[in-house]
Structures are given as structure tokens and as C-alpha cells.
């Protein structure tokens, strides 16, 4: 299984990052998720800031990577996340997983992402127009995990 971590400010490109991923012929399946940075229900988000660990979110995040290659047959996982500050819409999460089969890569994008949500050492602070605050962990993402 080929792995690629990237913890990064810069943004990416999905149709590089999907071409990067589709090049093993034994895979028949490639499933992509991009995560946006998205309004608010109940205020109007101006930018999100998102700090990490170095060295430590990297490790954390290829752990989740390998934790998902024992439990599913995949042929290439590729992780991008950026940090810093960020607008509305801007991309703010990559996960590509490519399977032999695609039920396998489903799940395993899920699982990933399930993970990376309640374990990867990210802090993130919303800045809205009434003020600014760093965001706790939700009760739905830490109820996502348990069925893993």
C-alpha cells in the first residue's frame, strides 16, 4: 500500500491528487472526499484558523492511514490537511483511498475520516462576526466512531 501524509497551509488540487491515486492497475476503485469549510447555523463564520502539532499530527494521521490498511484490502491512501487560516468554501480536508473493490474503499474513507475527526491533533478556533472561540468536539463526530 503506497501512503502519502501531507500537513500543509498551501491548498491542493483534487484532479492531481485523484490522477496520483488512479495509477495502480490492480485497483478498480478510488473514492475521494474533500472536506469545505462551511457557514455557520447560527452565526456568520469570517475565517476558521487551524493549529496542529508538527511532527505529531503527521504521525497520528499515518497511524489512522494504517489502521484502515489492516482492516481493508487498499492499494494507495493519500491524506491532505491543511492548517492555518482559512475562509468559507476554501478545501480543508483530503482523503483518497484506492481498493481492488469498492466497498472496501468506502468504508475505508469513512473510517478514516471518522478517526481524523476525533483523534488527529488538530485545534481549530472559528472566527465569526460576533467573536471568536476554539471548537470542542462534537457529540455526532464521537458517536461516528463507535461503529468502527
Same mark, same amino acid.
Given at each position: 500500500? =503506497?501512503?502519502?501524509?501531507?500537513?500543509?497551509? /498551501?491548498?491542493?488540487?483534487?484532479?492531481? %491528487?485523484? #490522477?496520483?491515486?488512479?495509477?495502480?492497475?490492480?485497483?478498480?476503485?478510488?473514492?475521494?472526499? =474533500?472536506?469545505?469549510?462551511?457557514?455557520?447555523?447560527?452565526?456568520?463564520?469570517? @475565517?476558521?484558523?487551524?493549529?496542529?502539532? $508538527?511532527?505529531?499530527?503527521?504521525?497520528?494521521?499515518?497511524?489512522?492511514?494504517?489502521? /484502515? &490498511?489492516?482492516?481493508? &484490502?487498499?492499494?494507495?491512501?493519500?491524506?491532505?490537511?491543511?492548517?492555518?487560516?482559512?475562509? $468559507?468554501?476554501?478545501?480543508?480536508?483530503?482523503?483518497?483511498?484506492?481498493? $481492488?473493490?469498492?466497498?472496501?474503499?468506502?468504508? #475505508? @474513507?469513512? +473510517?478514516?475520516?471518522?478517526?481524523?475527526?476525533? =483523534? #488527529? $491533533? +488538530?485545534?481549530?478556533?472559528?472566527?465569526?462576526?460576533?467573536? %471568536?472561540?476554539?471548537?470542542? #468536539?462534537? /457529540?455526532?463526530?464521537?458517536?461516528?466512531?463507535?461503529?468502527?
Amino acid at each position: 500500500m =503506497t501512503l502519502s501524509i501531507s500537513v500543509q497551509q /498551501a491548498d491542493f488540487n483534487m484532479a492531481d %491528487e485523484y #490522477a496520483s491515486l488512479s495509477t495502480n492497475v490492480s485497483c478498480g476503485a478510488v473514492v475521494i472526499f =474533500t472536506g469545505l469549510v462551511r457557514e455557520l447555523a447560527n452565526s456568520t463564520l469570517k @475565517a476558521m484558523t487551524l493549529e496542529h502539532y $508538527p511532527g505529531m499530527t503527521e504521525r497520528a494521521l499515518e497511524d489512522i492511514a494504517k489502521q /484502515a &490498511q489492516q482492516r481493508w &484490502q487498499l492499494g494507495g491512501v493519500r491524506i491532505i490537511h491543511r492548517v492555518g487560516t482559512l475562509l $468559507p468554501n476554501e478545501q480543508i480536508v483530503f482523503v483518497g483511498v484506492t481498493s $481492488p473493490h469498492r466497498v472496501a474503499a468506502f468504508e #475505508a @474513507a469513512q +473510517f478514516i475520516m471518522d478517526y481524523l475527526k476525533n =483523534t #488527529a $491533533p +488538530f485545534w481549530k478556533k472559528e472566527h465569526t462576526t460576533e467573536q %471568536e472561540y476554539w471548537v470542542a #468536539a462534537k /457529540a455526532s463526530d464521537q458517536a461516528a466512531i463507535k461503529r468502527w
